[in-house]
């Protein structure tokens, strides 16, 4: 079963809009949401375990991670629709929540990737979170 299907996007808009958006296109819309579980799974991908993320079913899939990745299949369908003047407020929010969580800063409640550390073949470490690049450069007048 797929992480997010075109019924589900319903939270967003009433399902009769949904549908005169996808109108007969639903492999479109199908491409559409796995263009955007890609983005997601690029931004994530470095510190948590996206097969967990993204494998989950029903009940068990993150709510912040499917609200996120509604927003940004919404505002894509819309886009495609009707380009031009489209409010881009809720995808510039997912995106600007994939960049905290993908830099650290901001921490998501998402399953931890990890690595094998004593080459048995089963992952037993988290992968440690490392930011580069903290260091100041500072001018001087000389």
Known sequence: ????????????????????????????????????????????????????????????????????????????IQKRRKPGVIDPSEYDEAMKWLEEVSTGKRKADLPKKKVDTNGDGIPDEEVPFMKLGSRKNYRNGW
């Open 1 to 76: 079963m797929a992480f997010l299907t075109i019924q589900e996007l319903n939270t967003e808009a009433p399902e009769s809009f949904i549908n005169i958006l996808k109108g007969t296109e639903d492999n479109i819309i199908t491409e559409i949401i796995l263009d955007q579980i890609a983005v997601m799974k690029t931004n994530l991908g470095s510190y948590y375990d996206i097969k967990e993320i993204f494998d989950a079913n029903a009940e068990q899939r993150d709510r912040t991670v499917l609200n996120y990745l509604k927003d940004m299949v919404f505002y894509k």
